[in-house]
């Protein structure tokens, strides 16, 4: 089992920066993908970015593709998104995710992660 509770969130202004947390406790995840995901009131949730088990390859959603940041720390087995130049549309609550498949690819899709965190509010007003 892989227990992963994420941290940071927040209420912001437009063009602000945050950076979220995720902790995992229960086993290692310095071998598994990790992602972010977020999911809005009335919206389906959706894909963030994705990190590879070595942090060497990430992938991210076109709406966020050069304000964040995706990074893992395996010796604290910690995941981080950084987020910059928030917008109101960024709005949403932001999950960690865990792909319990040792080495695997990265994905974009939900149904392929195991572990799933509480999230962590994200408010940013205009």
């Known amino acids: 089992q892989v227990q992963l509770v994420e941290s940071g969130g927040g209420l912001v202004q437009a063009g602000d920066s945050l950076r979220l947390s995720c902790a995992a406790s229960?086993?290692?995840?310095?071998?598994?993908?990790m992602a972010w995901f977020r999911q809005a009131p009335g919206r389906e949730r959706e894909f963030v970015a994705t990190?590879?088990?070595?942090?060497?390859?990430?992938y991210y959603a076109d709406s966020v593709k050069g304000r964040f940041t995706i990074s893992r720390d395996n010796a604290k087995n910690t995941v981080y998104l950084q987020m910059n130049s928030l917008k109101p549309e960024d709005t949403a609550l932001y999950y960690c995710?865990?792909?319990?498949?040792?080495?695997?690819?990265?994905?974009?899709?939900?149904?392929?992660?195991?572990?799933w965190g509480q999230g962590t509010q994200v408010t940013v007003s205009s």
């Open positions: 995710a865990c792909k319990a498949r040792a080495y695997s690819s990265t994905t974009f899709s939900t149904e392929e992660y195991d572990y």
């Open positions: 229960g086993r290692t995840v310095s071998i598994y993908p």
């Open positions: 990190s590879s088990w070595n942090g060497v390859h990430t």
